[in-house]
């Protein structure tokens, strides 16, 4: 009978998690494609609260609390809740909800599977379903919560044979059963931790290779015994922020990262082989990285992929490589390398390849300034690329500039994270807009507008629940406010089309326009700013906030057409940039990307930086497939930095003018510029760093000129950077380009 009362529950959610399936199965044709969305905003997201969920107040907020009923997994970690935890992060995804985690210990057994399936446009296609995606968040407040693989678990003895404790993935719509990663868009782990118990060295804690507003965000993962502690690599808009990986075989696992692949904040200690080791696209960004090695050998290593040339590159920042004893080399290299303002302590070499010691180290703290370490890739379909640093116009094949030898200082890593309190979807401090006294109704017809500036000139943090906000004007941000949504996929603020504020081509108008000075600091996350096509005098955003603010893992859209997909409609050319960066703006910005193609003129920039004094930290940037006359500029600005830079399509990804202080960490992508022209466009600046400059070539007959991302180009035709009098060669992907 006791036996029979463990089980029990698990029985239930199982049962529970068949007859969701089945209900799906009987709404609609396919059980792995979500049904149309109709309404105020259809194809966005549906607004309404689904009936099932226990926790009511929760529910209503978007979160869906997997302790509640009917999933009623335990928290106290007594018995098994995988079936409870699978059930409920499938309802989310198909409810377009949050899964959320109270604090506590959720034991399981077996794979957590969060799969992005298919959804059915308005205008009967079927497509990947990016607004769809499985967002696990766990408690920001109170005891942590914390995912633990039981000891034993069946199925996790083998390294031979390895099994992912938790796997985000999306399906590919040719082989719905397998997945495909750059596709798998809006998945999200925060906040929830991953503990492997002893007996299961088979184990990989968390495979997540995703794209554009993916996530893994304030992780710890702690390897008591397994193989592997994150396999994957989240690039394209994307990115790893502010995790912890503790013992296993391998710290980072990124083998088959997406381009680009971003680190921010992340340490990685007590790996008994590799803390990372790299073969991805492109290159690896990695800023303010700790690494702690008691184990011998190489605590980073990359080596180049087969099936194109300028892959397997590393781009480490602000970061610190501490062997306890002397041992070494620190990066064992298969392909270029930059390291920018690097700690490093017993590394007996800094660098190797396979001809042996690049660069030799020694006992106590080394301070490499800036190394760049060129490393020619293979010919390739009768292409030889070169990576030469290139400095001042001079190539070479290395650069090296150290600094007195000394440990780092103490915030080498904090200050690429944002230590102050975040406004998550639980923070006790924030008032709620659909709550009194504001009432805001969130369902797409009803205008929200007054209700949400209200709550701004009244609180300092303004929480916007699951829903559709419509807006007839800006939304202005005063010094301090703090506006967050629940989720980048289900809290969508959208200009209402035809609205006086909205329809001035002289005077375009922003829907959230922040503060301005650089005193003022704005926090604006996890929601969705919708500019829609049928409103081309409104764009998503007017930053003009100081250097101690924050925008994180916004999207900034302007699809799909305000009917939906079904009423593709002839607009005009939006001329305006959508997210416009002057005054005094500045700050950490976390996950920016841009994708529209349609209806631009030719001075729309997905991103104008204009004006601006500085700092301005972006943490993978993505802005492709502009039709404009770039897709990115920076001008008459300083102390912009770029960590991770991702594009497509064949127009300028980064036009600069008159600036100086611009740092590019890394860029990746398929992008082949025009003939004759360039993907870097440069004039009249100076100051200027670009590290790690590659990329897929996309070759002549592949796509066209209609095509999103363009049509290939003979790479012999066109250059990565052009700059009067320096830029480089069309065949050169350097590993540095620096101007001063």
């Not at 401090?429 to 369902?443: I, L, M, R, T």
Request: proline share 9%; charged share 20%; net charge neutral.
């Amino acid at each position: 009978m006791v036996r029979l009362l463990r089980i029990l529950p698990g029985l239930l959610c199982l049962a529970l998690g068949i007859f969701c399936a089945a209900a799906a199965a009987a709404a609609q044709e396919d059980p792995l494609v979500a049904p149309t969305i109709a309404g105020a905003a259809p194809d966005t997201v549906d607004a309404r609260v689904p009936a099932l969920p226990g926790n009511r107040r929760l529910a209503g907020m978007g979160l869906l609390d997997v302790t509640a009923a009917p999933f009623h997994a335990d928290p106290a970690g007594q018995r098994d809740s995988t079936a409870a935890i699978q059930a409920a992060v499938d309802y989310a995804r198909d409810h377009q909800m949050v899964c959320y985690f109270p604090g506590g210990t959720y034991r399981i057994s077996d794979t957590i599977r969060c799969v992005q399936n298919f959804y059915r446009r308005s205008n009967g296609k079927t497509m990947s379903a990016r607004n769809h995606p499985c967002v696990l968040l766990g408690a920001s407040n109170g005891p942590r919560a914390t995912l633990l693989l039981a000891p034993h678990s069946p199925g996790f003895a083998s390294p031979a044979h390895p099994r992912y404790v938790v796997h985000f993935w999306a399906r590919d719509p040719e082989k719905p059963g397998e997945p495909r990663n750059d596709i798998d868009m809006g998945q999200v782990l925060a906040n929830l931790d991953i503990r492997v118990a002893q007996g299961n060295p088979g184990a990989v804690a968390l495979r997540h290779s995703g794209a554009q507003g993916s996530e893994v965000l304030g992780c710890t993962i702690t390897l008591e015994d397994g193989l592997t502690g994150f396999d994957g690599g989240l690039g394209s808009g994307g990115s790893v922020i502010d995790l912890t990986v503790q013992g296993g075989e391998y710290g980072l696992d990124l083998l088959d990262a997406q381009p680009t692949a971003t680190l921010v904040g992340v340490t990685l200690t007590g790996q008994r082989r590799r803390s990372i080791r790299f073969a991805g696209m492109h290159t690896l960004v990695a800023v303010g990285v700790k690494i702690r090695r008691s184990a011998p050998g190489a605590a980073i290593e990359t080596w180049p992929t087969r099936w194109a040339p300028n892959n397997g590159r590393l781009t480490l920042v602000d970061s610190e490589i501490a062997y306890d004893a002397l041992s070494g080399p620190a990066i064992l290299a298969g392909a270029p390398v930059y390291l920018d303002n690097v700690f490093l302590r017993n590394a007996a070499a800094l660098v190797a390849d396979g001809s042996g010691v690049r660069l030799a180290g020694g006992p106590g703290w080394i301070h490499v300034q800036s190394l760049a370490l060129a490393l020619d890739p293979p010919e390739w379909k009768g292409i030889r690329y070169t990576t030469a640093a290139v400095v001042n116009g001079r190539r070479q094949d290395q650069y090296l500039r150290l600094g007195l030898p000394g440990p780092p200082p103490p915030d080498l890593q904090s200050r690429h994270l944002w230590t102050r309190d975040f406004p998550w979807p639980d923070s006790p401090d924030a008032a709620n807009v659909q709550a009194p006294p504001y009432n805001a109704a969130g369902d797409g017809a009803a205008d929200d507008t007054a209700a949400l500036q209200k709550a701004l000139d009244e609180h300092r943090t303004v929480l916007l629940p699951r829903g559709l906000y419509r807006l007839t004007r800006p939304l202005v941000m005063r010094p301090g406010s703090r506006l967050a949504g629940v989720s980048q996929h289900n809290t969508v603020l959208f200009a209402a089309p035809g609205t006086p504020a909205f329809a001035d081509p002289d005077r375009p108008a922003p829907l959230v326009r922040t503060a301005e000075g650089p005193a003022a600091d704005n926090v604006l996350a996890f929601c969705w700013l919708y500019a829609p096509r049928e409103a081309p005098d409104a764009f998503a955003l007017h930053w003009r906030c100081g250097g101690d603010s924050m925008l994180h893992n916004v999207a900034l859209q302007t699809s799909p057409p305000f009917g939906g997909y079904a009423r593709y409609a002839k607009t005009p050319e939006r001329n305006a940039p959508l997210v416009l960066v002057d005054g005094s703006g500045g700050g950490r910005w976390y996950n920016f990307y841009q994708e529209s193609w349609l209806a631009m003129g030719p001075g729309y920039r997905h991103l104008r930086i204009s004006g601006i004094p500085g700092p301005l930290a972006i943490y993978q940037c993505n802005p492709e497939h502009a039709r404009g006359e770039a897709n990115m500029e920076i001008a008459d600005s300083r102390g912009v930095s770029i960590y991770g830079l991702k594009g497509e399509g064949n127009l300028p990804i980064l036009r600069l003018r008159n600036s100086r202080d611009i740092r590019v960490f890394g860029y990746g992508g398929n992008a082949a510029a025009l003939e004759g022209s360039a993907l870097f466009d440069i004039a009249g600046c100076s100051a200027l760093l670009l590290a790690n400059l590659a990329d897929t070539p996309r070759l002549p007959g592949q796509g066209s000129d209609d095509f999103f991302a363009g049509r290939g180009v003979d790479p012999l035709r066109w250059s990565m950077v052009h700059q009067a009098g320096l830029g480089t060669l069309p065949l050169e992907r350097p590993v540095l380009y620096l101007a001063e």
